[in-house]
């Protein structure tokens, strides 16, 4: 009966350490991977929108570029034909009254009369 009646022994050198159980880990875990993948998501999400956004703004740009180009060379064309119209007083031109085409199956290129 002895036996039984053992008293516990404890060392007086033995210090108490925090031993988390399993729970525990997968909670803590849980609570510090969560954020950061929902953080990355996120970081992730908006540099998609921006080079979405960057993007529609190239586009919109190249389609700018191509339009100035087209109004350029309509301003040349319109600017050149103002020009001579302008001019014609200037170097004495006259309006024709009667063309008279070469004809090709000739062998004369030019008839002096």
Same mark, same amino acid.
């Given at each position: 009966?002895?036996?039984? $009646? @053992? =008293? +516990? ?7 108490? #350490? ?39 703004? $190239? @586009? =919109? +740009? ?7 180009? #087209? ?41 002096? =009369?």
């Amino acid at each position: 009966m002895r036996d039984r $009646k @053992k =008293k +516990k022994v404890f060392n007086k050198r033995y210090k108490k #350490q925090f031993r988390p159980g399993k729970m525990a880990i997968v909670l803590t875990a849980v609570f510090i991977i969560l954020p950061i993948c929902i953080f990355l998501l996120s970081q992730k999400n908006q540099m998609t929108m921006k080079g979405d956004d960057i993007a529609k703004l $190239k @586009k =919109k +740009k190249q389609e700018l570029v191509d339009e100035q180009q #087209q109004l350029q060379l309509e301003a040349a064309r319109l600017q050149s034909i103002q020009a001579i119209q302008q001019d014609v007083p200037k170097t004495n031109m006259v309006q024709t009254r009667q063309v008279d085409y070469v004809n090709a199956q000739t062998n004369v290129a030019f008839d002096s =009369k």
